[in-house]
């Protein structure tokens, strides 16, 4: 089988993600991260996820992001917006994305694999710049510059394979897949025990994926007004 890392964050978007490149046939690698944000959930649903889905081997490796602060996800001392912001909102992690995928890069050319999948989505998402295509692209260009496996000629392809996808049409793929999404946190402000807020970014566009896909919603969240 070939390798694939793929980046598991514990969210829905990133669990669909790992669901398609095993159904792919790849056998993955997952890769997370404990970067300083605000809550630890997301990985514990990440470690389920993984479990569930059947990985070869998980990782979490900790960087020091909240050192940087600048995001309502890693400084505490800035608000999460419960309602819909405008231009690139404060929730937004400073090159969060490069960084997760120079990592991802470095244990695939470990790993002797080519491929990385990452779940970023350019339609039902908050706008931030390293989810759009043309990101993506330029990051695929450079890890091909600046490997020793590129420059031999061992091409790296970066999936994004819901980049262009719905919500309600990533819901419905992973439910197809046998994701089961009761495992998955997505809620940038989740509690300790993984419930969800139900007024982010992150909350309103997974409630209206589910609404529209004519599914039950999984998520458990801290007060029934919330749903």
Not at 29 to 55: I, K, N, P, T, W
Not at 109 to 120: A, M, N, Q, R
Not at 145 to 166: C, D, M, Q, S, W
Not at 176 to 188: E, N
């Amino acid at each position: 089988m070939k390798k694939a890392v793929v980046l598991l964050s514990g969210g829905l978007d990133s669990a669909t993600t790992v669901a398609i490149a095993k159904s792919q046939g790849y056998a993955c690698y997952a890769l997370s991260f404990d970067y300083g944000q605000r809550h630890s959930a997301e990985l514990d649903a990440a470690r389920r996820v993984a479990q569930s889905v059947g990985v070869i081997e998980h990782k979490i490796i900790r960087i020091g992001l909240g050192e940087f602060g600048g995001s309502a996800l890693t400084d505490t001392r800035i608000a999460v917006p419960e309602t819909p912001q405008d231009g690139i909102p404060v929730t937004y992690v400073p090159a969060r994305n490069t960084v997760f995928l120079a990592f991802a890069l470095g244990w695939a050319e470990v790993l002797g694999s080519t491929d990385i999948f990452i779940g970023v989505n350019a339609v039902d998402y908050s706008g931030y710049p390293d989810c759009r295509p043309e990101y993506i692209e330029a990051f695929e260009h450079l890890a091909n510059l600046a490997t020793k496996a590129g420059v031999e000629g061992n091409r790296f392809k970066v999936h994004a394979p819901l980049i262009a996808l719905k919500k309600v049409e990533i819901i419905r793929i992973g439910t197809d897949l046998g994701i089961d999404y009761a495992l998955t946190v997505s809620c940038y402000s989740a509690d300790d025990e993984g419930r969800a807020c139900g007024l982010c970014d992150s909350c309103r566009f997974r409630k209206a994926g589910f609404a529209e896909a004519g599914a039950a919603d999984p998520t458990i969240y801290r007060c029934e007004q919330s749903r």
